[in-house]
């Protein structure tokens, strides 16, 4: 009996660090990203849904962050991991191309792979169709729904852009802009404007 | 043992030691045997314990929902490591020093619990982390793991239980669109070592306090976790072929499986709630019998025999096979024909449904009669039995029947109103009468 008691001591220890070994490593490598993590920028189109757990969020689409030519000669078939590698143009921030092995060096990231889209398009070109392995803002529970009606009825040519850090493969939404204004203090810019 | 059958024997014992019945010694013994199982089934505290603290923790989760973006990314991942931090030291002041206090240490399972999912949630809001709601609870899955074990908490089992359910079901192919989730990642295979860990645990709760609140709760759990697997199980056998009446004949065995093993097992006291297996089995068996003594739907599933029906399911033989002997067993230890017998007969009823399906008025006779059939033999042994349950049982059965048909003829409202009067005065005035007898047969 006390040995059994001994031993569910153990195991309620072991628990008790397990719980709290990913908690706390989650916060030092997504911390980590956004300290050290390289900063692109993509355009999204947000929308607004809900998380009964987490909350409300936008949903970002990302534009041209779908589909990326093949870098690589490696095999993709049955592969469900791909790496998008990013670079800066003058044009804007986008994926060069793709890769199935990991890359030694330079900004990356790991995505999913479309398997049965990638099957169907194989034939026809070398493109490698993803998608990025993040597509949540979470906002206060207000906020949410206000800015994707906002974000809905605004001229087509305002840019809407998520800022990415990305390190070592692994990406985390830094924020989300309006014509260079964060979102949140793009909205209340908006809200103080209507109200006058 | 329960606490009203403890209470009995309390009252009972004096008078049989002053009738020599029993020793003054044994008498105690008798006492003390039982008096562990009653001091577990002082369970209202408990429960009350169990809902404050699943409120409690369902507010926080939510109130962090609500994405306090007034707060920085330290505050918040301190909240996290905080919340979690908290819970489990309130588990381990429980387990040190209250142990005992059974209400105390099922809440602090379940707030232990809830508060894992709180920190996954907010370290998910906080770095916008992308993934289901699927990933998410897979996570929280795995994190839990283990928690009903080292307090031990059946709270913790009950929401362990459900939360693999979901995380199942979430990860079928088939499902897929339902969850809107991509692969959990979780396999099966892992999924199904992990439905060790509660089945284990529930199976140590039923060996060594089977009438508690607490494991009759668990008992629930795993009856609507197993129904909610089992139901989507048969529906992704049978849906590739659109195999309506293989179907049926799945969901017959199940309710028949159910019935028997609450008859036989899987049972807490006398009382319809705790027998979970027992009454959703025969409200299951029943609800699938006379879903079929209806002409119209005959005619309906004759849409799905352009193909000839396949028996030829895995599914099938081991849920035949498993009903057989159950079927067996159940008899042997009742050594008469069930008074229940409809609902064993349920799945021989569908079976011979089915094979009549090219002459559809015959097949409509046959489930028609014997559910006839089987009700009045509900009624005669309620009867014979004394026992007024059995007997309004079968006659509710019978007046489902006679319904079902009258609602399907095309009979006004005044004729459908006149038919409930008739069957309300049928009933009142067949228990008033069966009151009466069965008082004089008392």
Not at chain 1, 58 to 83: C, I, M, W
Not at chain 1, 150 to 174: F, Q, T
Not at chain 2, 419 to 425: C, K, L, R, S
Request: charged fraction near 20%.
């Amino acid at each position: 009996m006390k040995r059994m008691q001994r031993l569910l001591g153990i195991l309620f220890g072991f628990i008790c660090a397990v719980q709290l070994g990913v908690i706390g490593w989650s916060i030092w490598s997504y911390e980590r990203i956004l300290k050290e993590g390289e900063v692109y920028f993509f355009n999204v189109l947000p929308l607004d849904p809900y998380d009964a757990f987490r909350g409300r969020y936008v949903t970002l689409r990302f534009e041209n962050a779908n589909k990326a030519p093949a870098g690589d000669t490696t095999p993709q078939e049955h592969r469900s991991k791909a790496y998008a590698i990013l670079e800066h143009t003058q044009e804007g921030d986008r994926i060069k191309e793709m890769r199935f092995s990991k890359p030694v060096s330079g900004n990356f990231l790991e995505v999913n792979v479309h398997s049965t889209m990638a099957a169907q398009k194989t034939d026809v070109s070398n493109t490698v169709y993803f998608s990025l392995p993040f597509d949540r803002f979470y906002l206060r529970e207000d906020r949410a729904p206000k800015a994707e009606r906002i974000l809905r009825m605004r001229d087509v040519n305002v840019s809407v852009k998520a800022s990415l850090r990305v390190l070592n493969g692994k990406a985390v939404i830094e924020n989300l802009w309006i014509e260079g204004v964060p979102l949140v203090e793009w909205m209340r810019r908006h809200e103080e404007a209507r109200s006058r | 043992m329960s606490k009203e059958t403890y209470q009995w024997l309390e009252r009972e014992l004096p008078s049989w030691v002053k009738e020599g019945l029993v020793s003054e010694g044994s008498a105690q013994a008798l006492l003390q045997r039982y008096a562990g199982d009653k001091a577990s089934s002082r369970s209202s505290g408990t429960a009350f314990s169990l809902l404050g603290f699943v409120l409690v923790g369902l507010g926080i989760i939510s109130i962090f929902a609500y994405n306090w973006d007034e707060l920085g990314h330290l505050e918040r991942t301190l909240l996290a490591v905080l919340l979690l931090v908290g819970a489990q030291a309130f588990a381990f002041w429980v387990r040190r020093y209250r142990a005992s206090d059974a209400a105390l240490r099922e809440g602090s399972g379940v707030f232990w619990f809830l508060m894992t999912g709180a920190s996954l949630a907010i370290i998910g809001q906080t770095y916008h982390l992308g993934g289901s709601m699927l990933d998410f609870l897979s996570v929280w899955l795995v994190l839990s793991l283990g928690i009903a074990w080292v307090l031990p908490s059946s709270g913790a089992a009950f929401f362990q239980m459900i939360l693999w359910t979901f995380v199942w079901l979430g990860s079928r192919d088939e499902m897929r669109e339902v969850f809107s989730s991509e692969h959990s990642f979780l396999s099966p295979w892992m999924l199904a070592l992990l439905a060790l860990s509660w089945l284990g645990f529930y199976a140590l709760r039923y060996r060594k306090e089977r009438n508690a609140y607490a494991t009759l709760l668990l008992g629930w759990a795993l009856a609507v976790c197993v129904l909610a697997v089992g139901s989507v199980e048969m529906l992704l056998a049978t849906y590739p072929e659109q195999n309506v009446r293989m179907l049926s004949m799945l969901f017959a065995f199940f309710f028949a499986i159910y019935y028997l093993l609450g008859k036989m097992y899987f049972f807490w006291g006398e009382k319809s709630w705790q027998r979970p297996f027992e009454r959703m089995g025969k409200l299951g068996a029943l609800v699938l019998v006379l879903a079929h003594v209806s002409f119209n739907a005959g005619t309906w599933l004759l849409r799905f025999d352009l193909e000839p029906t396949r028996y030829n399911s895995l599914l099938g033989l081991l849920l035949m096979l498993l009903f057989g002997v159950l079927l067996i067993l159940f008899i042997r230890k009742e050594q008469k024909l069930p008074s229940e017998i409809l609902v064993c007969a349920v799945p021989i009823i569908m079976l011979g449904y089915n094979l009549l399906h090219t002459m559809p008025y015959s097949a409509m006779l046959f489930v028609n009669a014997s559910v006839i059939l089987g009700a009045g033999w509900m009624i005669y042994c309620g009867i014979k039995e004394v026992t007024l349950g059995l007997v309004n049982q079968g006659m509710i059965v019978i007046a489902l029947v006679i319904w079902i048909h009258f609602f399907n003829a095309n009979f006004d409202l005044v004729a459908k109103g006149m038919a409930f009067i008739v069957t309300g005065i049928l009933f009142l005035s067949l228990n008033a009468f069966l009151k009466r007898r069965f008082r004089g047969v008392a």
